[in-house]
């Protein structure tokens, strides 16, 4: 099994610009998860419309490309919601400008292969089926060893351009929007494979036994790579600053500098072993304040998802973060390891 809890803080700013989203059962799989945190920039509205919509197009993505690998799914879903975001702006006659850093992770049960063939032959339920998935059942969770370990972690250097139907007027939702379809289960035999995602700053580590492993990359203007790429596409970099302004080099949204700050985002695969205790997603509002590892150990003795979420704002609060705080925590294990 897994759980799931999400906290946030406005902290010392006067408006909160972070959004959040998540789906249990995501693509009607029982076990398996949708996760993100959004940090807003120059307003809320990007981090808003992807806390409504991200997962909705993430979910299109999925279905009109079923044989992708999952790493190049969620490039077309940056793509496809950094062009939403900035037609957006355009209609609104560059009222809603503003942009937003992402973190995204996708719990996927799969074949060994990499598919996910078990759904041509579905399980059928077990008796305890009827439980409600707030419980976030997993199936799987007794997958003998790790197959792949951590990957290296890729971003493309240049989005490719796709459309996407924008609509601003739906409510915040916490599943996607078509009909309701029945819940598939999975075999025993599947391994579950997380797959990150992120663009900007916002971050996500993984607890390894204990060790904080961090799967995504922070896009800043400080960063000797992404400064090259600023510079190699004409812009420059100021004091850590894209042209001077912006201090991330990749987010969704922010149209006005969408040729030097792209929404490609970095991607990394890493099949969950026994080894592998929880996730942590959050915006840099926690991690201007800790490092990945003194992260884990603050919450790693605790078994509720939510109260540990809670004491990483409640840390970052505390240790006076200058900015909105925002932690999504996703706890492989029930137990909190024993120590000698």
């Known amino acids: 099994t897994f759980s799931l809890g999400v906290s946030e803080d406005r902290g010392p700013r006067r408006t909160m610009e972070d959004a959040h989203s998540f789906v249990v059962d995501f693509d009607a799989v029982r076990g398996q998860g949708f996760f993100a945190v959004f940090d807003g920039h120059a307003g809320k509205h990007a981090a808003e419309w992807c806390g409504q919509h991200f997962h909705e197009e993430m979910l299109k993505s999925l279905h009109k490309n079923p044989e992708v690998p999952i790493p190049d799914v969620f490039n077309v879903t940056f793509n496809t919601v950094d062009y939403a975001l900035s037609r957006l702006s355009e209609e609104s006659d ?3 400008h503003s942009g937003c850093t992402a973190v995204c992770a996708f719990l996927r049960l799969e074949d060994g292969d990499g598919k996910q063939s078990f759904l041509d032959n579905p399980v059928t339920p077990p008796p305890e089926s009827s439980r409600s998935s707030k419980e976030f059942d997993e199936s799987g969770s007794g997958s003998e060893s790790a197959l792949r370990s951590l990957g290296s972690g890729t971003f493309p250097l240049s989005p490719s351009s796709s459309t996407s139907r ?3 007027d739906q409510p915040p939702s916490k599943s996607p929007p078509n009909e309701p379809v029945p ?10 494979v997380l797959y ?3 663009v900007g700053d916002a971050r996500g580590v993984l607890c390894r036994g204990g060790k904080a492993v961090r799967l995504t990359y922070d896009h800043k203007g400080s960063d000797k790579y992404e400064a090259k790429r600023i510079m190699d596409a004409g812009g420059f970099v100021m004091s850590g600053r894209v042209n001077g302004v912006l201090a991330v080099t990749r987010s969704l949204g922010d149209s006005s500098m969408k040729e ?3 929404g490609a985002p970095y991607t990394t695969e890493t099949e969950i ?3 592998d205790e929880f996730l942590i997603l959050a915006c840099d509002g926690l991690w201007d304040i ?6 884990v150990d603050l919450v790693r003795d605790m ?6 979420s809670k004491k990483l704002v409640n840390h970052a609060s505390s240790h006076r973060t200058s900015d909105n705080v925002t932690v999504l925590v996703v706890r492989f294990k029930n137990e909190t390891p024993k120590t000698a």
């Open 196 to 198: 990150s995602a992120n």
């Open 94 to 96: 560059g009222k809603m």
């Open 290 to 295: 800790a490092s990945d590892q003194a992260a």
């Open 183 to 192: 819940v598939r289960f999975p075999p025993d035999t599947v391994r579950k």
């Open 260 to 262: 030097f700050v792209v």
């Open 273 to 275: 072993c026994d080894d």
């Open 303 to 308: 078994d509720d998802a939510q109260a540990m």
């Open 166 to 168: 924008v609509n601003n």
